[in-house]
């Protein structure tokens, strides 16, 4: 079956910097796209960054362009956001996301926290 699980969640100070993963298993993670979306306390889930299947192309939400970097290993199975200069808005859970045969599947997400 399909699994994600993201780690690499926690509190960080603003300006600080964090490593997000996201494990997958269960398909054959080369050959889709992937997405990292986040929700923020009462608010609307938002996509902030998808990677093509190859690593190539990446696009962002213009809240976090120039700040977070999306980047994938096909070897072995795993998407990252690498988030740099983060705000406290920046704070959300924050979700892996795939799109197989039209279902969509999520993982359990992982918190950031950004707070002095």
Do not use: H
């Not at 910097?17 to 993670?29: I, N, P, V, Y």
């Not at 080369?30 to 190539?56: C, D, F, H």
């Not at 096909?74 to 799109?99: F, G, R």
């Amino acid at each position: 079956q399909v699994q994600l699980v993201e780690s690499g969640g926690g509190l960080v100070q603003p300006g600080g910097s964090l490593r997000l993963s996201c494990a997958a298993s269960g398909f054959t993670f080369s050959m889709y796209y992937m997405r990292w979306y986040r929700q923020a306390p009462e608010k609307e889930r938002e996509l902030v960054a998808t990677i093509s299947n190859g690593g190539n192309s990446t696009n962002y939400a213009d809240s976090v362009k120039g700040r977070f970097t999306i980047s994938r290993d096909n070897a072995k199975s795993t998407v990252y956001l690498q988030m740099m200069n983060v705000k406290p808005e920046d704070t959300a859970v924050y979700y892996c996301n795939v799109l197989l045969m039209r279902r969509v599947y999520w993982g359990q997400g992982t918190l950031v926290t950004v707070s002095s």
